[in-house]
């Protein structure tokens, strides 16, 4: 197992700014508003019989100021820009050059979206008969935009954030679904608490409403069809429904925010992964009751969040492992924000230092009886994250006493 | 006796396992005389049609099959074979059971057009939508595409297959891809979380779209005969570079672990250092402060002055804007140095293996410490007279190699460098 335990001698690393983007909305009061009405934007029709949680439309140009910026950039990386100009704005270092040329930049991401005429068109005109041997050289070459492989490359977006924003620091993009969300966190962690680097930023943004998406899931069958339901009571109907957002956070040293006096939300204290095998039943549920063990203690008013997906047989597995800590109370992101796939464990993060920082936990939202109320103010938020094919995540969230 | 901890106080990072496979071969033995003899991997592509390309060379390799085939299997199946080789010069742990974490390089996955042709096919219509293709993707038919085609899917199968500890990494930097994973894997040792690290670069995306995507932004060589002469680094002719596959493999270990186990030291990364540069998605900062920034940063973590580094293997991608500016980052962190230091470009032979590149190239730069001999830059018959390296031109040459300087830069502004020396300093 690989982990970032809070060694003796490590510095405290705090969660100093949050951006959203979300289907609930931009900004954090808005997306902890709907929490609180218990408002989710689904769509059962624009994609039918795919059920989707679209993002809710922002107005770019005010963290993208240039159209040309934005020409440059398909829907995931903007709405990944768009929220890592918020995250920076809530810490307060937004055009503050000298902490943005050494921020550092750990960033999950998928690809980019296909221009799905050109696929079809080049499709559609084999099957008409087309069978030259450049037909799709020819096809290609014509009808791609040229700088759409830019708005595809994985790395680009952290390459759009670095340019939009003049970032210039190191930056690293992980890949590998939802579990690289989880350990961008924990790189990112380890390197502050280590030493090897005072400011971080981190997170990640993910385009729900694409049919190529859809297509690679669907070849999994892990696509929620026909009706929402919320994730804890998908059982008999089990899929994802795929989500819009972009969640960025900026972790930084307890020193390094005290010495310019930012606030913040909380505290990140462990993020620990693994890769259970998944061979047999139970593999995944022994897993993640090893990586909560690997958490520092858990002394305080404590609640869990989970990045469940309804996939099965994932998310049974990991309702069994929860079952094991009932006294925690439970929200699943996945039934309000929809699966945002290396996003979801980001977004985790920032609704447990939100929930912190505004002293409540945020109102269940669930048929199934798994998710309980929570009074009072929580100090202690684990966050879990487990993949829908592979990949195991935890983080342990805290109130800076 | 030296210590085992660097100027710094963190423990040294040495190398104790590789593999190599580019379109030279496989394994270092082979890599290694052809490298040296000036031999030239590129060739004219035969895996798919090339009519209707204006580039139609790489530097495939052609080998290794994959059944189905698809670049994300071949690069998955490069990464075990220079993975099975490194772990067996290093002869560390037990089968299937690696005592650290994996970091892996890979090229961004997505549905190939193989499979995506075979679905439209099942559609069994002439005329259709995106939302038919939609239709007929369930059902259990296609779920190996699933697996196949997801990011992680490499990365679990090595972490699986070889025993890794923990999540593996997979990650993207481009171009640099390769010399983020060790970076990656030395930060590791170098915290203590490991005494020992996996570092896995691959890429066998020489497919149509690949190089469309790449001949759109007008990167590639288009001098596609004789496909050998084609990659011309530092060459006032030079129009480009040509997309190759390949794969390496590290085995990292602390110093410390190493000699307590006995295992041969096969050389030392003594620094790391990256730079993000925003000044554009493709193209570097014109000042080049940013590279030069990530070399000194890599000079700074190694603790030495660029006349330690007796030699430099350049990223020399042969596009015009990148070994100029190369050329002129290098000067300015070097200056009078620039013009005695050997450099040379591997990419001469081999081709731009993209994800795996600094990778290969560290792989290549050790060996060059190994035998005390540089491979040449080959197709260096009309040097660039605006560029002032001492390039070893043509045909390998015998020096004194103590620390070598590996640069990697990629689209989105990222650049890397690594400083490997034989020993410890």
């Known amino acids: 197992m690989t982990d970032t335990p809070a060694k003796p001698g490590q510095t405290e690393v705090w969660i100093t700014g949050i951006g959203l983007a979300t289907s609930l909305g931009e900004g954090l009061d ?16 624009g994609f039918a019989p795919f059920v989707v949680h679209p993002l809710m439309p922002v107005t770019f140009d005010s963290q993208i100021p240039k159209k040309g910026d934005q020409r ?52 559609t005109a084999e099957a008409k008969g087309a069978n030259a041997p450049g037909f799709l050289n020819e096809r290609l070459m014509s009808d791609l935009r040229p700088t759409l492989f830019l708005a595809q490359l994985s790395n680009l977006l952290a390459g759009n954030i670095a340019i939009v924003n003049g970032l210039g620091g190191t930056s690293r993009t992980f890949m590998g679904e939802e579990v690289a969300g989880a350990d961008a966190a924990r790189i990112a962690l380890s390197r502050i608490a280590s030493g090897e680097s005072d400011i971080a930023l981190v997170g990640g943004s993910h385009n729900g409403e694409r049919k190529d998406l859809m297509v690679l899931y669907e070849f999994g069958d892990f696509n929620l069809k026909d009706k929402f339901a919320p994730v804890w009571a998908r059982k008999d109907h089990a899929g994802f429904a795929l989500g819009s957002a972009g969640a960025f956070l900026v972790l ?36 993640l009751e090893k990586l909560w063990a690997k958490l520092p203690k858990r002394e305080g008013k404590g609640a869990i969040i989970s990045g469940a997906t309804g996939a099965e047989p994932a998310t049974s597995e990991e309702h069994g492992f929860l079952k094991g800590h009932a006294d925690f109370p439970v929200r699943a992101t996945g039934t309000m924000f929809g699966h945002t796939m290396e996003t979801q464990f980001p977004l985790g993060l920032a609704l447990a230092a939100l929930s912190i920082s505004r002293g409540a936990l945020f109102p269940p939202n669930d048929s199934t009886g798994t998710e309980i109320e929570m009074q009072g103010a929580p100090t202690q938020i684990v966050v879990v994250g487990a993949g829908h094919w592979r990949g195991e995540g935890m983080a342990l969230v805290e109130a800076v006493k | 006796m030296t210590a085992p901890r660097d100027k710094l106080g963190r423990p040294v990072v040495v190398v104790t396992g590789m593999g190599i496979m580019t379109s030279l071969g496989n394994g270092k033995a082979d890599n290694w005389a052809k490298l040296v003899a000036g031999e030239s991997g590129i060739r004219t592509i035969t895996r798919f049609p090339v009519d209707g390309l204006r580039t139609t060379m790489a530097g495939t390799v052609d080998f290794v099959s994959v059944d189905p085939f698809s670049s994300t299997g071949l690069s998955e199946r490069m990464a075990e074979l220079v993975t099975e080789e490194a772990l067996a010069q290093a002869g560390i742990g037990a089968k299937a059971d690696f005592p650290g974490p994996l970091f892996l390089a890979v090229a961004p996955v997505e549905v190939e057009w193989p499979q995506r042709r075979e679905l439209g096919r099942a559609v069994g219509a002439q005329d259709f939508t995106y939302d038919d293709l939609l239709r007929i993707s369930g059902g259990g038919k296609y779920s190996a595409y699933h697996h196949r085609f997801m990011f992680g899917s490499v990365a679990a199968h090595l972490a699986e297959t070889f025993g890794t500890k923990g999540s593996p990494i997979s990650l993207s930097t481009a171009c640099a891809s390769g010399a983020t ?23 066998g ?11 759109l932004l007008s990167a590639l060589s288009t001098q596609n005969d004789p496909p050998q002469a084609a990659s011309r680094p530092f060459s006032k002719n030079r129009d480009g570079f040509v997309m190759a596959e390949g794969a390496g493999a590290l085995v990292l270990e602390s110093y410390e672990a190493a000699t307590a186990r006995g295992a041969k030291i096969l050389g030392v990364i003594a620094g790391c250092g990256e730079l993000t540069d925003s000044f554009h998605r493709t193209r570097s900062s014109p000042d080049g402060k ?28 042969a596009t015009p804007e990148n070994d100029k500016m190369e050329y002129n980052t290098t000067s300015a962190v070097f200056g009078d140095l620039v013009t005695k230091i050997p450099v040379t470009s591997n990419k001469s032979m081999v081709g731009h293996t993209i994800s795996a590149a600094g990778a290969v190239e560290a792989i290549f730069s050790l060996l060059t410490l190994e035998h005390q001999r540089i491979p040449p830059t080959i197709n260096y018959d009309n040097p660039d007279p ?14 004194r190699v103590t620390a070598v300087m590996s640069n990697s830069f990629g689209f989105g502004g990222q650049n890397a460098s690594l400083i490997l020396t034989r020993e410890p300093a």
């Not at chain 1, 995250?87 to 550092?104: C, F």
């Not at chain 1, 310019?260 to 593999?283: E, H, I, N």
């Not at chain 2, 149509?208 to 790449?214: C, D, K």
């Open chain 1, 30 to 45: 808005a997306n902890w508003a709907a929490l609180q009405e218990k408002r989710i934007n689904v769509d059962e029709k």
């Open chain 1, 72 to 123: 440059q950039m398909e829907a995931w990386q903007r709405i990944g820009v768009y929220a890592a100009g918020l995250a920076l704005d809530s810490a307060g270092i937004k055009g503050n050059k000298d902490i943005l040329s050494k921020i550092d930049m750990v960033v999950a991401a998928g690809g980019g979206e296909r221009d799905l005429n050109v696929d079809t068109g080049v499709l």
């Open chain 1, 252 to 287: 930084e040293s307890k020193a390094h925010a005290e010495a310019r006096g930012a606030k913040p939300y909380a505290k990140l204290s462990s993020v620990v992964t693994d890769l259970a095998r998944r061979k047999q039943s139970g593999d995944m549920e022994a897993t």
């Open chain 2, 181 to 203: 994973s060790i970076q990656l894997g030395v930060e590791a040792i170098r915290r203590g979380e490991t005494d020992a690290a996996l570092c896995v670069a691959t890429d």
């Open chain 2, 205 to 215: 995306t020489v497919n149509p779209e690949a190089l469309v995507r790449f001949s």
């Open chain 2, 290 to 317: 940013p590279i030069i920034g990530c070399m000194n940063k890599t000079l700074a973590d190694a603790g030495m002055t660029p006349d330690q580094i007796d030699h430099i293997n350049a990223h020399g991608t």
């Open chain 2, 386 to 399: 605006t560029i002032l390296f001492d390039v070893v031109g043509n045909k390998a040459r015998d020096a």
